[in-house]
């Protein structure tokens, strides 16, 4: 009989075979046309948990998509008990024609696989139905009890997960939770994520005249939605990246001499990190470092705009409407519902009378913080360094996990980010990408890090 | 034998059919995707105009679309000869889900015909077309000379028209230009345009990233296009409506008191107007008012703008591109491409390092002045007064109309601008449409005028 890791390692190329037949699933939870098809990715996750080993699969509904649990709880009253939690859902693919690959159809190409949701967060998460897979069909038994929790609201604010928490606590009773939807720092260079930034989601829709004017019969004499959206848009954030809107940064908790030194060790290579972006300069709030402003700062970023005529050449109209989607990301101790609210007292005072302004606050969640010295932290760094040969460094990271400030916060779980991405993955951009040796080291750190746990104090 | 009156009457209906046939070709200039049909739209105009009995008839290439001619010349040398002007082309037809019925499909409903080029300009054009069948098909012969010029590059600024034009003076002598592409006052009340605004359009690109980046991840370490483009689009324009690029009123000819108090009298009701609008209020420069504004006073609109996800929902990027197609209309003596470079100029002055600009100046067209006390003026004016029983009005038009400018000034060409549209026709708009009354009025005032103008002096 192999052990786990050997049977990870024969078993290979089918646990290949099968993420890419869940990949093909266009789950994208904030469009309503792909409803079905994030549907069926909960049905495949509860299916390949079953054929895992897992138990008590369900498909539990919710007023939007389906959470999908299951759970393997035989290791005795003693054993502690690991939540697992991950997201089937991905962002939109749009825009298309960037996409070397189409999206959905999941292609190899130098050790990597690009689909969308390979790194966000399929690829991640199936990590650990085939650590858990390892452990059942060898030893035909797991070395601590485990909890699975995967959800499809997570690129949309995880509203209804949150609300399924608060019903559930002694379903979803654990020692600690583990999570991997993060990136490491490199190839063979682990890093856990102990920060995330919270985020909350604007939308803001300027409607001027009752439909789209000549601009040349009444241009001069109606306010156009696109230049007072505009002019919005200036006053919500200076050119050197300072937020305008009164009390956003009331609440931020100002960053320690000790974190600041802490991320001024973090081995970021300025020139090779803007060469990924393609952009022309770094750029940003000038008083704080690029690691500062991109992992333990607020910000906000104008994710999508339009109005008027966006097809060829021109069309010279005044548009009746126009519209701005806007992102913004927090950090401790920022309230989404309260950012949402002065930026809606704020526009509301500066727009003027010759437009209407509506605004749609959506989602949003706390930033988190996580201890950094807690047992499953030791098992995690020492699963990765025995998967790596490389130590595990602690970072922030700019992006959200919604749920993580409500397994450490809340609940009180001792969380472990356990990522296994890299920095230029593209994930929620044209090509995303996960790295395949990862696919393949992150089942061994996950079936070294449940034995590790399991022994963890 | 009928007279040509008559004959308009009674073929009344034929006419519409064959408008209606007209309307049905999109004939979109901007979209190189309509360009067969725009050809197909070229071809119908020599049709029509070589079965009205008009000579010549040619199709005539240019670099993009072609120009129709044809001419009927045997009036006699004493005659005089009028050059009549007309376009083809049409505005796009989107946003379609706002069109009632589709653009391209002419739909009649309480008197109005609704399809895109209605109005502008097919409608008005074909008015002169049937005036000179129904000489032809009566008398005989025509009371003057006429020569028929109908382009189908209008709504993208004329640009080969005005080549055309230069390499073929002595084809295109004439004593004075007739164009109807512009409105009267309302129902019943003509109104004779004696000035148009110029334009010119430019486009800019704003390049951050090399792709979309998670807004997340990269958010506040990367400046974001579409925030830029909303610091630019700010700085080009106050809220108040004074456009604030360096130079750009420099050449602006100050409005005489005389022309002031002209503007004043003239009878536009705000009320009226603004309802008609949609809009919530008036808007503009405060010290001018809204007549000044809306014809006298050059402007600058965004008729588009985009950039990152505008899908459904919400997509977290930080997105690599903004856009933004901008309209500027100009009085006299404002140049178009002197406009075009201050705009440049100022753009790359205040764009950040952070970003790249790119900008493309297209098209554009001096403002025209015309000459009130001209034989032309007087012999359109009793025409439209024989017709409509009604007194016509001078009034400044806030559109343009490129080629007026050229008749006027350059060939030094007396023109009348004899509109038949009305306020509320929509052009450029969805729901375009053209009062059918004023069709068959314009065919009457046509011929009218036709015979005042072989005996004006």
């Known amino acids: 009989m192999p052990t786990p890791l050997e049977y990870a390692h024969n078993n290979r190329d089918t646990f290949l075979t099968e993420l890419i037949d869940f990949l093909r699933i266009p789950s994208v939870s904030t469009q309503a046309a792909r409803d079905a098809d ?52 991905v962002q939109p693919a749009e825009p298309l024609d960037l996409w070397e690959t189409p999206p959905f159809e999941p292609t190899i ?49 995880s509203q209804n997960l949150h609300e399924f928490i608060s019903h559930n606590q002694t379903r979803l009773a654990a020692d600690s939770a583990l999570i991997s939807d993060s990136s490491i720092l490199g190839i063979g260079k682990p890093a856990l994520v102990y920060g ?22 009444y241009g001069g004499g109606i306010n156009n939605p696109i230049n007072a959206l505009a002019h919005l848009i200036a006053r919500l954030k200076d050119e050197q990246g300072h937020i305008l809107i009164p009390g956003f940064y009331d609440r931020v908790r100002p960053l320690s001499a000790e974190e600041r030194e802490l991320l001024a060790r973090f081995p970021l290579d300025e020139s090779d ?16 470092t690029l690691v500062e402003r991109l992992s333990a700062r607020p910000t906000l970023d104008i994710t999508g705009m339009y ?22 990301r927090l950090v401790p101790d920022q309230d989404p519902n309260e950012i949402i609210e002065l930026f809606r007292q704020f526009a509301h005072s500066v727009m003027p009378p010759s437009v209407k302004i509506d605004i749609h606050g959506a989602g949003g969640s706390r930033a988190a913080l996580i201890e950094r ?53 593209r994930i929620h951009s044209p090509n995303e990408r996960f790295y395949l040796p990862n696919f393949d080291a992150g089942i061994v750190t996950s079936i070294r890090y449940l034995g590790l746990l399991s022994q963890a104090e």
């Open 196 to 217: 995330l930034r919270g985020n909350c989601h604007v939308m803001v829709d300027v409607t001027g005249p009752g439909r789209d004017l000549h601009s040349g019969s």
């Open 273 to 288: 990190w803007l060469r990924e972006t393609g952009a022309p300069t770094a750029w940003g709030e000038p008083e704080y």
């Open 373 to 425: 010295d807690t047992p499953p932290m030791r098992a995690a760094a020492a699963a990765y360094e025995a998967t790596f040969h490389h130590p595990a460094v602690f970072m922030r990271e700019g992006g959200s996990i919604p749920v993580v400030n409500r397994f450490e916060s809340d609940l009180g779980l001792p969380t472990v980010l356990m990522g296994f991405g890299l920095p230029g993955d």
């Open 109 to 157: 190409r130098d050790n990597y696989i690009y689909a969308r949701g390979a790194a966000d967060d399929k690829g991640q998460l199936y990590v650990h139905v085939k650590a858990v897979e390892s452990y059942l069909r060898t030893d035909g038994r797991l070395p601590l009890n485990v909890k699975f929790i995967i959800e499809g609201e997570e690129e949309i604010g």
């Open 38 to 89: 994030t549907l069926e990715a909960a049905h495949w996750v509860a299916r390949a948990m079953t054929s895992a080993g897992l138990e008590h699969v369900e498909v539990i509904e919710t007023k939007r998509h389906p959470i999908v649990y299951g759970d393997w709880l035989h290791a005795g009253s003693h054993a502690p008990t690991v939540l697992v939690y991950g997201h089937y859902d």
């Open 307 to 328: 109005g008027g005529y966006i097809g060829q050449g021109a069309k010279t109209v005044l548009p009746a409407r126009a519209h701005a989607k806007i992102s913004m």
